[in-house]
């Protein structure tokens, strides 16, 4: 791996690790606005709902133009075009494949800016000798223009099948 790469990554964990301690209470479920908590929660769900349709173009419409994200096999992804190409090659090479991400815990910052959202994923890929993969997901929201938009996604495989 690039030195500047592996530089890069590194402050993208630092940056996803921060965001998941702002507006920590140490208690679980969410906290922040319920409003706020409510619109990511509705921006995920549309997400999930997106993926199970096969749909690249609608969940890249969660996404910031600079996304960043580390996908369950390490691999790092720049930007909304690059991520929604990985979509498209997902479900033209392997149909039926989805990832479903489910919330645990989605925390905005004081100043309503950001928010930090952290839960569980399965990934289900059919007729694949892996069929399943789960794991835990960290995800940096920012609002732009007055909409929740996934700013960064880290994704932590722990399971397979």
Known sequence: ?????????CVMLAVLLLAASCGSDGGDGDAGPEAEVEAIRAV????????EAQDAAAVAGSWTDDIQVTISSGTHLD???TYRSAFEG????????????????VEVADDGTIA????TWTGTYPDQ???????????????V?????????????LTES
């Open 1 to 9: 791996m690039k030195r500047h790469t592996m530089i890069r990554n």
């Open 44 to 51: 995920r769900l549309a997400s999930n709902e997106a993926i």
């Open 79 to 81: 930007g909304k075009d």
């Open 90 to 105: 997902v479900f033209e090479n392997t149909p039926g494949t989805v990832f479903v991400r489910t919330p645990e815990t």
């Open 116 to 119: 930090s959202e952290r839960g």
């Open 129 to 143: 000798d892996i069929t399943s993969r789960t794991g835990t997901y960290l995800a940096y929201w920012r609002k």
């Open 145 to 157: 223009d007055g909409r929740w938009l996934i700013s960064a996604e880290l994704y932590v495989p």
